[in-house]
Structure formats: C-alpha cells, structure tokens
C-alpha cells in the first residue's frame, strides 16, 4: 500500500495539529486511518477491546507522545467516558471522531438468531457510536474553540443487505439516521456529522470475499475488493475542509462489487 506517500501528496492544506479518536482502531480500516492520521500531523487515540493490538499499532507508529491506546468497549457507558476524558486530560481537545468499532453476528437464517447475538451488534455498532458521539458532543461544545467533526462508517449495508445479515444491516441502517441527527444537532456548536460507506475494502476481515460470498442468489462467488488506502485517502479528505464544509456521505467501494443492482 502507498498511503504513507500517497496521502500526503494528495490532500494538502490540512490543519496541523489536530487530535482524533478512532474507534476499532487496533486493525484493518481503523489502524490504517490513524497511521495515516499521524503522517498529517495529527494526535491520535486508539480505541478498541484488544489492548494487544492497539499496541502493537502504537509500537509501529513511532509517533511517541502524539499516539495513545485506551482499550475501550464502545458499548460500554463508563468505558466511554474513561476513553473521552482520557483524550481530554491527555490532548486537551477532540477535533475528530471516527466511529468505526463495528460487530457482525452469525450469517444464519433470521430466524435462528438468538437475542444476544442480535442485542451484541445492536450494543457495538448503534449504541456504542452513539455513545461516542454523545461523549464528543460534550466536549466538542465547550472547548476553544468549540466544534468538531464526527465520522460514522456506515458500510454498504447501510443501502442494501446481504443474505442472512439482519442485525448487522438494520444497525447501519441505523446509523444513517443517528448520522444525519447528529449533523443537525451539531450545526449550532459548530459540529459537523458525515457518513462513509464502504465496500469491500480489502483487510484481514475481507480476505475471504477472494474465496466466496454468498449471493442473494443463493450462489457462493468471489467479490472483487479494493485496497484500504482508497477508504483512508476519503477520510482524510473529510476532515481536510473547514467546518463550515462537510461531505454529507460518501461511499467508497470496489468498483466491481456487486452493489448497483445488488440481488
């Protein structure tokens, strides 16, 4: 991958100094971004629930003091706040936040799912990046100057689902609209709200789409995919513009996958 060159020929004008959260930070889209954060001149902290891993991105870094890593569970109340207080105590501000932790369940029929496996993704991908988000809000509003941005990563089932996928789909689903709330509510403190869809972004847990998916068709077919440094170079992007700008949503995706007339 060419990000660490690419990014930064490629963006250009961004604010130095910046600090950000990233939420499921310890691998694929999440690390990357906050690597790439680092290369613009940002503060980073790592949020995520496998201490081991968010070091072992700290360590690769080399970024010294401008790194952390708070081993959060996102949908865990009191573990958010230890994480937005430990940022604010640390970095004295929060300029972005990248609600990226997300969680899937079993691809079983619907009606096999238990509870728990459904409440589980519900837990991590709706109520945790709304936790977050709530969090941020509080200190996005009254630090100085006041505001921020919030970046919520919808996913391509944010549009449409793929087979045997209810509680992972109808969380981001969700999102979208917790996205666009957000962006409302934000506009008065000067915080702003975006959503980026991705498909098909080639890390450790899309690797499988090169052996099989299965279709709405019932078929089992390899997806093309895409390499990570595409998703990254958007979000990037994002936060380049001033907050009196915003990319609404955008969506980044293997230009082959099948998602345009998807099933």
């Known amino acids: 991958m060419g990000w660490r060159a690419g990014i930064l020929h490629g963006v250009g004008g961004m604010t130095m ?42 360590d690769e870094s080399g970024a010294g003091e401008r790194i952390i890593a708070v081993p959060t569970d996102v949908g865990d109340p009191q573990a958010v706040e230890h994480l937005f207080e430990t940022t604010r105590t ?32 519900v837990r991590v991908n709706l109520t945790g990046t709304f936790l977050c988000t709530q969090a941020a809000f509080r200190i996005m509003k009254a630090q100085d100057p006041k505001g921020g941005r919030i970046i919520n990563n919808g996913s391509i089932s944010a549009h449409v689902p793929r087979p045997n996928s209810a509680p992972y789909t109808s969380t981001k689903h969700a999102i979208t609209g917790l996205t666009k709330s957000t962006a409302l509510d934000g506009r008065s403190h000067d915080i702003v709200c975006s959503q980026i869809d991705i498909g098909n972004a080639l890390t450790d847990m899309t690797a499988r789409m090169g052996k099989g998916v299965t279709q709405a068709d019932g078929t089992v077919k390899p997806e093309p995919t895409m390499d990570v440094d595409s998703v990254v170079r958007a979000v990037v992007y994002m936060d380049s513009l001033p907050l009196d700008a915003s990319v609404q949503s955008i969506t980044v995706l293997a230009s082959k996958m099948p998602f345009v007339g998807r099933g």
């Open 17 to 58: 100094g910046k600090v950000t959260i990233i939420t499921g930070a310890g691998t694929g889209i999440g690390k990357y971004t906050a690597l790439a954060l680092l290369d613009e001149g940002y503060s980073v902290v790592l949020a995520g629930r496998r201490a081991e891993l968010l070091d072992a991105v700290v």
């Open 90 to 121: 640390t970095f004295g501000r929060l300029d972005l936040l990248f609600n990226n932790a997300g969680s899937g369940a079993p691809a079983i029929p619907l009606e096999e799912l238990t509870l728990d496996q459904w409440e589980r993704v």
